[in-house]
């Protein structure tokens, strides 16, 4: 029996929501999977939208009849105030107030390290810990984090906010040994997120299980997340192929890693 009959999945078409879209099938009838880019054929279940989510009554209206909300819409990288405030914010706030108003009970976001990117790697920043972003695009996923606290303490939509660390196919450097989040783990994160009796408000990291560790889930059991991959079998390769960072400069020092260098958006020519 699946869980769900319908669930909303934004950035339906970015490396992550591509395999959300293949590795939750199981769990709903129906997938309404949400870009502004083309997301190739609709398979039996699927029905695709293509939508700019700063278009209040659109994206409104793509959270009506849907049991269960993944907001992964967004970009990578860092981004100027103004596309910030017109785009990013916007969408995530269109979404959070489609739930409220259609009474979609639980809404995942893909919030980031970022968040946290200026904590010291030695202090394992935690699920509780204060806001530390490196970059205005981490400032997004606090103030995005924060939104859902709102929307979970006054209105009752509950929010688990998946700080993502390194989502890729294979760890590529050293930081990656603690940082990595493999794809399969990226979808049983998101499983577990959805299918926890109960979550609240809360904040989890997304890391495979590594040996190597900078941030802690100690408090986020109640999510039910078990990694089944690693970065270890990777570790001699990497080691061997890669230097050693200065432990005194910052992208060493801190979790956010090289983030936590961009220049201010407006300072770059």
């Known amino acids: ?18 395999e959300l879209r293949k590795g ?8 309404r999977l949400v870009d502004r880019v083309d997301m190739g054929e609709a398979a039996e279940g699927e029905e695709l939208v293509i939508c700019d989510l700063s278009d209040k009554d659109a994206a409104i ?54 968040a946290v990117g200026m904590a ?4 394992v920043p935690g699920v509780h810990g204060r806001h530390r972003p490196d970059t205005f695009y981490g400032m997004t996923k606090c103030f995005i984090e924060d939104l859902g606290s709102l929307y979970w303490d006054k209105w009752g939509v ?24 493999s794809f399969a783990d990226m979808v049983r994160l998101v499983e577990a997120s959805m299918t926890a009796p109960r979550a609240g408000f809360s904040v989890i990291y997304g890391t495979s299980d590594n040996a190597r560790m900078a941030v802690s889930n100690a408090g986020a059991g109640h999510i039910g997340f078990r990694p089944l991959d690693s970065a270890d079998s990777y570790a001699a390769e990497i080691l061997a192929k890669t230097e050693r960072d200065d432990p005194n400069e910052r992208v060493a020092r ?13 300072d770059e020519s």
Not at 120 to 123: A, K, M, R, Y
Not at 255 to 260: A, L, T
Request: net charge negative; with cysteine.
């Open 1 to 18: 029996m699946t869980e769900f009959n319908r669930i909303l999945i934004t950035g339906a078409a970015g490396s992550l929501g591509t």
């Open 61 to 114: 209206a793509l959270t009506k009849d849907v049991d269960m909300i993944l907001h992964f819409a967004g970009v990578p990288r860092e981004q100027s105030f103004d596309e910030i405030m017109s785009d990013t914010i916007p969408a995530a706030y269109h979404m959070y107030e489609g739930a409220r108003r259609h009474g979609v009970g639980r809404v995942i976001y893909a919030s980031s390290i970022h």
């Open 120 to 123: 010291e790697v030695e202090t």
């Open 24 to 31: 939750l099938k199981h769990l709903t009838k129906h997938m």
């Open 254 to 266: 801190v979790v956010g890693g090289w983030f936590s260098n961009y220049p201010h958006p407006e």
């Open 158 to 181: 509950e929010s688990v906010n998946l700080r993502i660390c390194s989502c890729f196919p294979e760890p590529a450097d050293r930081r990656m040994l603690w940082s990595w989040l």
